[in-house]
């Protein structure tokens, strides 16, 4: 089994909502990451978090919260977004926070932000 | 600065054509991986290649991972419309947690029925 799951798939959102979006996996991976991609871009690196530490933050505005409450689940809470945050999330695992391992991705929440 | 570029950057064929599509770099990477995005969707695993030189087959598609692991194929054998979408090559230079995976900017192809 090789899937990590997000929810939700969709999320519209005012600028001062606050909101967040949820990601798991049950593979036993020790490393997380949160992606932001836009249309016809690649993927763009948020934050990593390994064995539940937060190790990589992209220096992301503080508007973007992130949270590992267990191995298994990764949040991003969001708050006072703005229009350009309107992006595709990523959530994906590795099996250990190395550069070489591979990274499985969820299928992603599409967020839009009015 | 790590790059990993990719081409052509769009690319639209008919069903039954052949393609290749290159991912190249001036780095080493350690492993690579290449990745299949239809729009709205997350990235989907299509292989993982770490030894210069290996190539795997997955039905139609065929992966070549140069000799100096520097550079990458993926050639497609009879293109299908189930092929559509945004192919993404991914890869590390080291090995550590300092290390970061770098992405290409992807292929858009495009099969038309």
């Known amino acids: 089994d090789t899937e990590v799951t997000q929810t939700p798939k969709h999320l519209v959102m005012g600028m001062t909502n606050k909101k967040s979006l949820k990601c798991e996996q049950h593979m036993g991976h020790r490393a997380m990451y949160w992606y932001k991609q836009k249309a016809k871009k690649p993927p763009e690196l948020m934050f990593v978090y390994s064995y539940e530490k937060l190790s990589i933050n992209e220096s992301v505005p503080s508007r973007f919260s992130p949270e590992c409450p267990n191995s298994s689940l990764l949040n991003l809470h969001l708050h006072a977004l703005q229009p350009e945050d309107s992006a595709l999330y990523l959530c994906?695992?590795?099996?250990?926070?190395?550069?070489?391992?591979?990274?499985?991705f969820g299928p992603g929440t599409r967020l839009l932000v009015l | 600065t790590q790059l990993l570029e990719q081409s052509p950057q769009f690319l639209s064929i008919q069903e039954g054509e052949n393609l290749t599509v290159y991912c190249n770099s001036s780095?080493?990477?350690?492993?690579l991986q290449w990745y299949r995005q239809e729009p709205g969707e997350g990235p989907v695993l299509l292989v993982t290649v770490v030894t210069g030189g290996e190539v795997k087959k997955l039905k139609r598609l065929t992966f070549q991972f140069g000799d100096a692991r520097k550079d990458s194929s993926l050639h497609i054998t009879a293109a299908q419309p189930g092929d559509t979408g945004l192919y993404l090559c991914?890869?590390?230079?080291?090995?550590?947690?300092?290390?970061?995976?770098?992405f290409g900017p992807g292929t858009s192809l495009s099969v038309i029925p």
């Open positions: 991914a890869g590390a230079e080291g090995e550590t947690s300092y290390d970061k995976v770098i």
């Open positions: 994906a695992s590795s099996q250990q926070d190395r550069a070489q391992e591979t990274q499985y």
């Open positions: 780095s080493v990477f350690s492993s």
